[in-house]
């Protein structure tokens, strides 16, 4: 069973970069069966997908996001991370790593971490 | 960018009752679509992906259909433990959530 940690600060200044990273336990992040995926929560809103790497470092991003955002994999340390430039109070989230299972049809965030809060201020 | 229209955001039952959720997509999204529990403070649990295909541990009580554009999440006997947010998501090009639909207790 897969198991996802994030760590990282949990406070960013406005215009910094905010950075975590995920810990994959329990399998390989270079395993073919998965992506890897970054998606946040604002406080009592929904979900929204920032972007996703595959072992082999293709990354896919969000489009209203993707000028700020870099995810890249560490395969030695079982790991990979997000970066997001430039950030806002609109950017204060709670941020999830999660693994994407590859079906039939499509993509799915199968295992999640338990999420970190990110607050974005001065 | 394909959005996911659920409905409704909330709603409140009793502990037995059959609870359906829907889910409506811009464009066909074929059976690219997948639900989500959220419980306060925790992560989000798979429930079904391919739209009807039940992920392992997931109780038969959930069930899901549905493709194209028009997609249900059906709870045939409502627990105590189902009270909480569920959210659908879709993999057509890049993923998009649906807005949530909120399971309270009547």
């Known amino acids: 069973q897969l198991q996802l940690q994030e760590s990282g600060p949990g406070l960013v200044k406005p215009s910094e970069t905010l950075s975590l990273t995920c810990t994959v336990s329990?399998?390989?992040?270079?395993?073919?069966?998965?992506?890897w995926g970054w998606i946040r929560q604002p406080p009592g809103k929904g979900l929204e997908w920032i972007g996703s790497i595959y072992y082999s470092g293709s990354t896919y991003y969000n489009p209203s996001l993707k000028s700020r955002v870099t995810i890249s994999v560490d395969t030695s340390k079982n790991q990979f991370s997000l970066k997001l430039s430039s950030v806002t109070a609109a950017d204060t989230a709670v941020y999830y790593c999660?693994?994407?299972?590859?079906?039939?049809?499509?993509?799915?965030?199968?295992?999640w971490g338990q999420g970190t809060l990110v607050t974005v201020s001065s | 960018a394909i959005q996911l229209t659920q409905s409704p955001s909330s709603l409140s039952a009793s502990v037995g009752d059959r609870v359906t959720i829907t889910c409506r997509a811009s464009q066909g999204i074929s059976s690219a679509l997948a639900w989500y529990q959220q419980k306060p403070g925790k992560a989000p649990k798979l429930l079904i992906y391919d739209a009807s295909s039940l992920e392992s541990g997931v109780p038969s009580r959930f069930s899901g259909s549905g493709s194209g554009t028009d997609f249900t999440l059906t709870i045939s006997s409502l627990q105590p433990e189902d009270f909480a947010t569920y959210y659908c998501?879709?993999?057509?090009?890049?993923?998009?959530f649906g807005g949530g639909t909120k399971v309270e207790i009547k």
């Open positions: 999660a693994s994407l299972q590859i079906a039939a049809a499509g993509k799915y965030f199968q295992h």
């Open positions: 998501q879709q993999f057509n090009s890049y993923p998009t």
């Open positions: 329990g399998g390989s992040i270079s395993s073919s069966s998965y992506y």
